[in-house]
Every structure is written in C-alpha cells, then in structure tokens.
C-alpha cells in the first residue's frame, strides 16, 4: 500500500496496533468495574499535563504522561473515600484537571495552535520517542495482565470476597489505576484527548453484549480495537480527516451494527424456537387425538 511508504503512517500503524490491544483489553475490565467514565477523566487530566509541560517547555508528551498516571493514583484514593458513591471521585479529579488546562493555556494564548494535535489525534504527531513509550506501556501492560489474570478476575466481579481470600486488593487496584492512566495517556497521539476513551469503551461495549465468556470478550475486543484502528487510519489518509474522529466514529459504526445483527439473531432464535413448540404441540394433539380414536 502506497500509504506505508511512509515512515510516519508506519510509526501510526505500529503504534495505533499497540494502543489498540492495551485500550481494549483494559476497556473491558473498566466497563465490568463499572468505572468506564475513568478513561475520560484521565485524558482531561493528561491535557493539564500536555499543557503545562508545554508552558515549562517541557516535552508535553511525557508531561502527560507524568500527570496522567500521578492522577490515576488521586482516583483510586478519591474512590476509597467515597465508597458508596465513587463515581464522585471520578467527577473530582476530572473537575481539576481540565480546569487546570485551561488556566495553563490561557497563561500562554500562543500554546492554543499546536494542540489540535493533542486534543483530536494527528499521524504526523508520533513520533519515534512517543512510538518507544507505547511499546513500554504495551509490555508493562501485556506483563500485568498476564501475570495477574486471576487476582484481576477475582477482584473485578467480588472485591469484598477477595479480600476476604487475602489477595493485596489495594495495591491490585492502585496498580491497575496507574496502567490506566499510562495507557490513556500513550493514547493521546492517536485517538487524542478528547476522544481516547471511545478507543477504551466501544471496543469493549460490543465485546461485553457477544462474548460467551469473558477470555473470548478479551480477544473479540482487541480484534474490534485493531479493526478500528486500522480502518480508521486507512480512511484519515485517504480522506484527509481527522485521525481520532475518524477512528472513533468507525468504531461506533461497528457497535452499532454488531448490536443490530446481535438482536436480530435474539429475535430469529426467538421465531424459530416459537415454531419448535408450535409443532411439538400440533405433534402432541395429532398423537392424542389418535390414541383417543384408538380408544
């Protein structure tokens, strides 16, 4: 394809392939511990990053990066202190740090032009720097997962019962809270901040409603991801669109249409077990009105 000849729409491939597997992945495990809306909250908190490492003169990037998982880790302690409500932590953190990126931003007018990229995802903005720190993030979180498949298991449908089994549930969850916030963060050249939890959510949203088991919601999930990803930036070529909207969209596309052919095949499984019974019952009345003429 004429498109990978490119050194920077193969730097997006790889790096849209890496992001891809790690948001899925993780968008299940949120959607199941019912805390979807954390990935949003956490790209907001990663755009004060990208801004005030570009006010310092920082790598904005890595800024992001830093503040994004530093409030991976706020979250999980908000969370802890509002139990019964931790959606309120959620809102907290997410309140901070936008409003926190739009004090940076206005400290410097000059710093609005350049970041469309961050904000809506651009291919020309990964860079080989960025593309290493996606592959870091992809192997940390690969080893995570992998390794603590079973406590993650446990603690996301019953975390009172595993604790109770003596797993570390509060440091499990601190660690996963900060894999998040890396993940969401590495995301940003991609998809970028506003749009990084449709990455995340949707792929998992279709995966969660026609997966039989939750290993097989895993991997429908990352090919939903890497299918949008790819597709996504195909189209963004060769349409000249926006990367991030591009992506996003399709993958809405795709839930909209695996959840259509899902409850059409309800419905017909439906119909067809209705004439099952209808012939069952037509089957039965026919034998009984013989055995009663027999009689």
Same mark, same amino acid.
């Given at each position: 394809?004429?498109?990978?000849?490119?050194?920077?729409?193969?730097?997006?491939?790889?790096?849209?392939?890496?992001?891809?597997?790690?948001?899925?992945?993780?968008?299940?495990?949120?959607?199941?511990?019912?805390?979807?809306?954390?990935?949003?909250?956490?790209?907001?908190?990663?755009?004060?990053?990208?801004?005030?490492?570009?006010?310092?003169?920082?790598?904005?990037?890595?800024?992001?990066?830093?503040?994004?998982?530093?409030?991976?880790?706020?979250?999980?302690?908000?969370?802890?202190?509002?139990?019964?409500?931790?959606?309120?932590?959620?809102?907290?953190?997410?309140?901070?740090?936008?409003?926190?990126?739009?004090?940076?931003?206005?400290?410097?007018?000059?710093?609005?032009?350049?970041?469309?990229?961050?904000?809506?995802?651009?291919?020309? !903005?990964?860079?080989? #720097?960025?593309? =290493?720190?996606?592959?870091?993030?992809?192997? %940390?979180? &690969?080893? *995570?997962?992998? /390794?603590?498949?079973?406590?993650?298991?446990?603690?996301?449908?019953?975390?009172?019962?595993?604790?109770?089994?003596?797993?570390?549930?509060?440091?499990?969850?601190?660690?996963?809270?900060?894999?998040?916030?890396?993940?969401?963060?590495?995301?940003?050249?991609?998809?970028?901040?506003?749009?990084?939890?449709?990455?995340?959510?949707?792929?998992?949203?279709?995966?969660?409603?026609? !997966?039989?088991?939750? #290993?097989?919601? =895993?991997?429908?999930?990352?090919?939903?991801? %890497?299918? &949008?990803? *790819?597709?996504? /930036?195909?189209?963004?070529?060769?349409?000249?669109?926006?990367?991030?909207?591009?992506?996003?969209?399709?993958?809405?596309?795709?839930?909209?249409?695996?959840?259509?052919?899902?409850?059409?095949?309800?419905?017909?499984?439906?119909?067809?077990?209705?004439?099952?019974?209808?012939?069952?019952?037509?089957?039965?009345?026919?034998?009984?009105?013989?055995?009663?003429?027999?009689?």
């Amino acid at each position: 394809m004429e498109m990978l000849h490119y050194d920077f729409m193969q730097r997006a491939f790889c790096a849209g392939g890496l992001i891809a597997i790690m948001a899925s992945i993780l968008g299940v495990y949120l959607m199941l511990r019912r805390q979807a809306l954390m990935a949003d909250m956490l790209s907001h908190v990663s755009l004060a990053g990208v801004a005030g490492g570009a006010y310092l003169h920082l790598n904005p990037t890595i800024a992001g990066f830093v503040v994004a998982t530093l409030g991976a880790v706020a979250v999980e302690y908000a969370r802890r202190s509002y139990k019964s409500y931790s959606e309120i932590s959620v809102a907290i953190i997410m309140v901070g740090g936008l409003s926190s990126a739009v004090i940076i931003m206005s400290l410097n007018p000059s710093m609005n032009k350049g970041f469309s990229a961050y904000l809506f995802g651009s291919v020309v !903005a990964v860079n080989e #720097t960025e593309l =290493l720190l996606m592959l870091v993030v992809t192997l %940390l979180g &690969g080893a *995570f997962f992998i /390794l603590l498949r079973r406590p993650l298991y446990q603690i996301t449908f019953d975390e009172d019962t595993a604790k109770t089994t003596g797993l570390p549930v509060k440091w499990i969850s601190l660690g996963f809270s900060v894999l998040t916030g890396m993940i969401v963060a590495a995301a940003m050249p991609i998809v970028g901040v506003l749009l990084v939890s449709a990455l995340i959510v949707l792929p998992a949203a279709l995966a969660i409603r026609i !997966a039989p088991s939750f #290993t097989s919601s =895993l991997f429908i999930a990352m090919g939903i991801g %890497l299918l &949008g990803v *790819f597709s996504g /930036l195909t189209a963004s070529y060769k349409f000249s669109t926006p990367p991030g909207g591009t992506i996003a969209i399709l993958l809405l596309f795709v839930l909209m249409a695996g959840l259509s052919v899902k409850h059409l095949v309800v419905k017909l499984k439906q119909i067809s077990n209705k004439k099952e019974h209808h012939v069952e019952e037509s089957t039965f009345g026919s034998i009984k009105h013989i055995g009663n003429e027999s009689i």
